[in-house]
């Protein structure tokens, strides 16, 4: 999720690391009543993720305003790790199209695009409360289509 949302390994593994960290230091904030451990680190990940996107706009914006240009680092993979992420992506999207139309939107919104849920209100002119209902039903929805992905990735 971080590479996606991202563009490249380095970042992901950037994020992913302060991901880990945060969750080490505020460990004793996890509540099992909301969610399981893995939903919690997830939800880290994807906030580490998004802050360090965002970081990263407007670190470019500002060098777009004063001229100057950034390089653009390509991180090599092997050959099997593209297949693997390839055959991972095709089952997530193939999950994804198993979503009703309003579900999958969603989804996309918070996680392709980086919105909240109350952006994603705003965006598509939708009560909170309906985005939140159907944010929740999508991911039980994916969990139990993707759980074999789940498993491999622990």
């Known amino acids: 999720m971080a590479a996606r949302i991202l563009g490249n ?3 992901a593994e950037e994020a992913l690391q302060d991901a880990f960290l945060h969750a080490w230091r505020k460990a004793d904030q ?3 009543s909301r969610s399981s451990v893995l939903t919690w680190l997830v939800l880290i990940t ?6 360090r996107l965002r ?3 407007l670190a470019n914006k500002k060098r777009e305003e004063y001229g100057r240009e950034g390089a653009i680092v ?4 092997t050959l099997v790790n593209r297949v693997l992420k390839r055959e991972q992506g095709d089952r997530v999207v193939a999950a994804m199209k198993q979503l009703p139309a309003a579900q999958r ?3 996309e919104l918070c996680y392709y695009r980086g919105l909240s849920q109350q952006e994603v209100a705003r965006h598509t002119d939708t009560p909170l409360g309906t985005v939140k209902t159907r944010h929740l039903l999508a991911l039980k929805k994916l969990r ?7 498993r491999q990735l622990i």
Do not use: F, K, T, W
């Open 30 to 32: 996890y509540e099992e």
């Open 74 to 77: 390509v991180h090599p993979s």
């Open 9 to 11: 390994l380095h970042d």
């Open 105 to 107: 939107r969603v989804v």
């Open 55 to 57: 970081s990263q706009q």
């Open 144 to 150: 139990s289509e993707l759980a074999g992905e789940i």
């Open 46 to 51: 994807r906030s580490r993720s998004l802050d």
